[in-house]
């Protein structure tokens, strides 16, 4: 029995085939860094999809500007990744147009004054049947993706401390205002 190959040459391998290698992370970690990132790992992860579209098409595409511009480009983004992936009976769960609704409607409720602005924070939730059929399509084609699964040193202390944040910001909103009485003020 030979000796398991290095973190790099496998990682070399799954990117040296003919199939395309997209950004799937567990849903885990996908759910729990957008929401400890307050979304911004919702564009990291619309920025790594594009790049790898860019890199299977050839085509020019910006993938910072789509993921920045995310609200309008997701619809594109999932259809591509569905159709990319097509084969083996693999589907996508729900159609890319309610999809990219879902995604830009609970975005906009971020704009929102009240508590529905909350909405905002399960943005992440389109994604998961897209990301989903990436794994899936993973698995299928042999694809060693365990390295998008693992939790770094960053990665924690990002959990930690915006996951600190977000707790404390609902508590605040649960609670209401607090005041706390400084000393020597009357």
């Given at each position: 029995?030979?000796?398991?190959?290095?973190?790099?040459?496998?990682?070399?391998?799954?990117?040296?085939?003919?199939?395309?290698?997209?950004?799937?992370?567990?849903t885990?970690?996908?759910v729990?860094?957008?929401?400890?990132?307050?979304?911004?790992?919702?564009?990291?992860?619309?920025?790594?999809?594009?790049?790898?579209?860019?890199?299977?098409?050839?085509?020019p595409?910006w993938?910072?500007?789509?993921?920045?511009?995310?609200l309008?480009?997701s619809?594109?983004?999932?259809?591509r990744?569905?159709?990319?992936?097509?084969g083996?009976?693999?589907?996508?769960?729900?159609?890319?147009?309610?999809?990219?609704?879902?995604?830009?409607?609970?975005?906009?409720?971020?704009?929102l004054?009240?508590?529905?602005?909350?909405?905002?924070l399960?943005?992440?939730?389109?994604?998961?049947?897209?990301?989903?059929?990436?794994?899936?399509?993973?698995?299928?084609?042999?694809?060693?993706?365990?390295?998008?699964?693992?939790?770094?040193?960053?990665?924690?202390?990002?959990?930690?401390?915006?996951?600190g944040?977000?707790?404390?910001?609902l508590?605040?909103?649960?609670?209401?205002?607090?005041?706390?009485?400084?000393?020597?003020?009357r």
């Open positions: 029995m030979s000796a398991p190959l290095p973190h790099e040459q496998r990682a070399a391998g799954a990117l040296a085939t003919d199939k395309p290698m997209f950004f799937a992370p567990s885990f970690k996908l729990a860094m957008s929401l400890a990132t307050f979304g911004l790992y919702t564009l990291y992860w619309f920025w790594r999809n594009w790049q790898a579209i860019q890199r299977e098409t050839g085509e595409l993938p910072w500007a789509r993921a920045l511009f995310c309008l480009w619809f594109a983004c999932f259809a990744l569905s159709d990319m992936t097509r083996r009976r693999r589907e996508l769960a729900f159609p890319v147009a309610l999809l990219g609704i879902v995604f830009a409607v609970l975005n906009l409720a971020g704009r004054d009240n508590a529905g602005s909350l909405l905002a399960f943005s992440v939730v389109p994604l998961l049947p897209v990301n989903a059929l990436l794994r899936q399509y993973h698995r299928d084609e042999r694809i060693d993706s365990t390295r998008l699964d693992r939790l770094t040193v960053w990665h924690i202390l990002i959990l930690l401390f915006g996951g944040l977000l707790a404390m910001g508590l605040l909103m649960l609670v209401g205002e607090v005041s706390v009485p400084l000393p020597g003020a």
